[in-house]
């Protein structure tokens, strides 16, 4: 059963910088595909990035060029740089991954964490 446990979350000034990181266990085959995403108070889930078994990345036009998706293998973890945040990257951030789909579209992803808070003051 895959395990995603997710920690780097907190609190920054807007242009500040924070990263967050997806510990990955409990796994026979490594997922196809590990993601961020991310959900604030009554809004819906939406992918923040992607990565795949290739190393191809895919990320949410409102973060290019201010995050980046990145992952160590030998260390089963997914990480998320994050710089340049601004209040509306305030939400809960969820690592998530899946064996078939690599998607921006939560409800392609199979295996989640329990999330982490990001929380930007103006």
């Known amino acids: 059963q895959v395990q995603l446990v997710e920690s780097g979350g907190g609190s920054v000034q807007a242009g500040g910088s924070l990263r967050l990181s997806c510990a990955l266990s409990?796994?026979?085959?490594?997922?196809?595909?590990m993601g961020w995403f991310r959900q604030a108070p009554g809004k819906e889930r939406e992918g923040v990035a992607t990565?795949?078994?290739?190393?191809?990345?895919r990320y949410v036009d409102s973060v290019k060029g201010r995050f980046t998706i990145s992952k160590d293998n030998a260390k089963n973890t997914l990480y998320l740089q994050m710089n340049s945040l601004k209040p509306e990257d305030t939400a809960m951030y969820y690592c998530?991954?899946?064996?078939?789909?690599?998607?921006?579209?939560?409800?392609?992803?199979?295996?989640w964490g329990q999330g982490t808070q990001v929380t930007v003051s103006s």
């Open positions: 409990g796994y026979t085959y490594r997922p196809f595909c």
């Open positions: 998530a991954a899946d064996y078939i789909y690599c998607s921006m579209n939560p409800r392609h992803m199979h295996y």
């Open positions: 990565i795949d078994s290739g190393d191809s990345t």
